[in-house]
């Protein structure tokens, strides 16, 4: 490599080592004065916790003291005591309490350790219930004459092993004045501190903004336009720093999507081009065939018995042709994205009802069914679901077959249909929802009612009846389009279960679709 390359690669990495530093000290410095700012505030927070720890520490020991003493002297106390003796109680109590204020009371005596001080102000009627109610030591911080006191009570009891209450109540009253002081002072210096750090964040904030925050909001201006449908947006790339090549993927991100975006739009026309062209070209004879098949089905009662039973058969395989057609065509959709929910509130378990009573499958069904089921879905292609799960259970499960509907919590429901048939192999569950699938033919259990009830074989069940082998796929495609989803499992009592999970409101909301058939 000759001197040349080699400081051509030098100033590659010198100009790689300025794009990553120039963010990285600005961001770095940044973060270190907000972590000041943080810190001045922890400061601030940690001087609120002394203040409250100084009026903690003062209530704990004066709770503690009063009790001590009360235990030391109470135990020399006859009662019912006389005034005397109460007086002289009170003072001996005072005596291991400093400048506190001591006050006894035995129902109507009462006595002060200091006879020249007001104490009515100050033992409120609330703290005396408290105490005469004998449950413990009470206290109560209370302003009198504009100074604040911390007042203690407790009931004395006697130490016969039942801790009766013996009516002598005792109240010690603490002047908290040097602590209000204390944490008026702390206050202050929290105040006057926390002025300059809040003028500095000011000005830290402006310069971040003009710094950094500034083409960060125009990039982030762009990306909503691009996720609004402007697939032109572009941001201008300035600079060398991290910013700018996060703009400059952006930008060539916004190229890759507009391109595939002209292609799947291209292949969007060709299929609705294609199911446009299968309508029109499919629907036409099947519907001559159609009217040719039904007279001759109300003919054939006057035909030859070969011929009523050709007729018959022309009619059923006509009519499970025009199915096929139509979920071939639903399906077409579902491929092209053509498909859109017209979702609605709707009761699932007035929904399910409608279904199996349209088709007839109320009798052959067990139901259970909450109450007040709602979600937003929609309707036309719920019952599609419940079709083709019902008539797949009916025939090749056995009977009972059930469909339970419940919201078990949260913001999902579930509709559950069980049989007790066979059940499906392993293979069979996991290739159910896939398009034209059949299980074995033995398994298909044929009734007279199925061809006119919509039944049909495993994975066979059409959308709107029997025999396309696209039904199953296209409940799949049904219950996502909710964004939902179809699960299949081994019944625990034999059988095949499938159960429908739908969320009660799709995260569009709900929206008016496009009439698709």
Do not use: C
Not at 344 to 363: C, E, F, M, Q
């Amino acid at each position: 490599m000759g001197p040349r390359a080699a400081a051509k690669r030098g100033a590659v990495r010198r100009g790689s080592r300025r794009l990553v530093g120039g963010l990285r000290v600005r961001l770095v410095v940044t973060f270190v004065l907000v972590a000041l700012v943080s810190a001045v505030t922890a400061t601030a927070l940690a001087y609120r916790d002394a203040r409250t720890a100084v009026l903690q520490r003062t209530q704990n020991t004066a709770v503690n003291d009063l009790r001590e003493r009360v235990a030391a002297v109470g135990a020399g106390l006859d009662l019912p005591p006389d005034q005397r003796s109460l007086s002289r109680f009170a003072a001996k109590v005072s005596e291991g309490l400093g400048a506190r204020i001591v006050v006894a009371r035995h129902q109507d005596l009462t006595a002060v350790s200091d006879a020249y001080a007001d104490t009515e102000g100050r033992i409120t009627a609330e703290l005396r219930a408290a105490v005469r109610s004998g449950d413990g030591a009470r206290f109560q911080r209370v302003q009198w004459r504009g100074d604040p006191y911390l007042v203690v009570g407790t009931p004395v009891t006697y130490a016969d092993g039942d801790r009766r209450t013996s009516g002598l109540e005792v109240f010690v009253i603490t002047d908290l004045r040097a602590e209000r002081d204390d944490t008026a002072a702390l206050l202050d210096s929290v105040r006057t501190g926390t002025v300059p750090v809040v003028v500095l964040a000011a000005l830290l904030a402006l310069l971040a903004a003009g710094t950094v925050l500034r083409p960060v909001r125009k990039l982030g201006r762009a990306t909503r336009e691009l996720a609004a449908g402007d697939l032109g947006s572009r941001v201008a790339v300035r600079g060398h720093d991290e910013l700018a090549d996060l703009a400059r993927t952006f930008n060539e991100t916004a190229d890759a999507l507009q391109v595939s975006d002209a292609e799947l739009r291209a292949q969007e026309a060709k299929a609705r081009r294609f199911v446009a062209d299968v309508s029109h070209e499919l629907r036409t004879p099947l519907a001559a065939m159609t009217m040719v098949a039904t007279v001759l089905e109300e003919d054939a009662g006057q035909l030859p018995p070969d011929a009523a039973h050709a007729a018959r058969t022309v009619g059923a395989e006509t009519a499970r042709l025009s199915r096929l057609v139509e979920d071939l065509m639903e399906i077409s959709r579902f491929d092209a994205g053509a498909v859109r929910l017209n979702a609605t509130a709707t009761d699932l378990a007035d929904t399910v009802r409608a279904s199996l009573a349209l088709r007839g499958w109320a009798d052959r069904v067990t139901v259970e069914l909450g109450e007040d089921v709602r979600a937003v879905v929609d309707r036309r292609r719920i019952d599609v679901i419940v079709a083709n799960l019902v008539g797949n259970a009916l025939r090749h499960g056995a009977p009972p077959v059930t469909v339970t509907l419940a919201a078990p919590g949260g913001d999902r429901v579930t509709l559950e249909v069980a049989d007790h048939g066979p059940g499906l192999s392993p293979e069979a569950r996991e290739r159910v929802f896939d398009r034209f699938y059949k299980a074995d033919a033995a398994r298909t259990r044929n009734t007279p009612e199925d061809g006119d009830r919509g039944g049909g074989g495993l994975g066979e069940i059409g959308s709107f009846g029997q025999g396309s082998g696209l039904g199953m796929a296209i409940a799949l495609e049904n219950a996502r389009l909710h964004g939902g989803t179809i699960e299949v499992a081994e019944h625990p009592e034999g059988g095949a279960v499938f159960t429908l999970r739908l969320p009660l409101r799709h995260p569009e909301g709900e929206a008016e679709g496009e009439g698709d058939g």
